[in-house]
T-cell receptor
């Protein structure tokens, strides 16, 4: 079955960087678009970024544009989120998620368990 | 960006009840609306896409309807495992956007 496992979270100071990873298994990773979605403590879901199945296109929420990058290594079945210039408002649980299709249809059919990123001095 | 507004924000119901959650988009999104269920401390679970198509394994007591700007999620014969927070999401236009959530609690 589809399995998505995030890693790389933790506590980081404002202005610093952090890279999240997501290991995928149980499906043909290179065929699917992928997303990052986050959820601040006690808040709702916020879509963050998406990448096409082949990495040819990337999409970002306005709140992270210019600070976050998304990438993937299809040979390693791994998705990444590089987060730079982190702010307190980036504190959230970050979910790795699979798009229904190969691009950015926007519909998410599988979710990882999430990983907490805390931005604090 | 398309805004998505859910109502109510919270709802109390009993086992066996029928409940309806509404989602309204700020502009027409055709039928490109999804519903997700989230339990405390857990990842969201995808329930339904394209307004009314259930994901595999989702019980038939869940149903969806609507088109354009107004959509509903209906749960009949509520079961204890259905008490959770529900989010709608439009994916007609980039960026995809979520509603603020509806917390369904046991009365």
């Amino acid at each position: 079955q589809v399995h998505l496992v995030e890693s790389g979270g933790g506590v980081v100071q404002p202005g610093r960087s952090l890279r999240l990873s997501c290991g995928a298994s149980g499906f043909i990773f290179r065929n699917y678009g992928m997303h990052w979605v986050r959820q601040a403590p006690g808040e709702g879901l916020e879509w963050v970024a998406a990448i096409y199945y082949d990495g040819s296109n990337e999409y970002f929420a306005d709140s992270v544009t210019g600070r976050f990058t998304i990438s993937r290594d299809n040979s390693q079945n791994t998705l990444y989120l590089q987060m730079n210039s982190l702010r307190a408002e980036d504190t959230a649980v970050y979910y790795c998620a699979r798009d229904w299709g190969g691009g950015n249809s926007g519909y998410i059919d599988y979710w990882g368990q999430g990983i907490l990123v805390t931005v604090s001095s | 960006d398309i805004q998505v507004t859910q109502s109510p924000s919270s709802l109390s119901a009993s086992v066996g009840d029928r409940v309806t959650i509404t989602c309204r988009a700020s502009q027409g999104i055709s039928r490109w609306l999804a519903w997700y269920q989230q339990k405390p401390g857990k990842a969201p679970r995808s329930l339904m896409y394209a307004t009314s198509t259930l994901e595999s394994g989702v019980p038939s007591r869940f149903s969806g309807s609507g088109f354009g700007t107004d959509f509903t999620l209906t749960i009949t014969n509520l079961q204890p495992e259905d008490f959770a927070t529900y989010y709608c999401q439009q994916y007609n236009s980039y960026p995809q956007t979520f509603g603020q959530g509806t917390k369904l609690e046991i009365k």
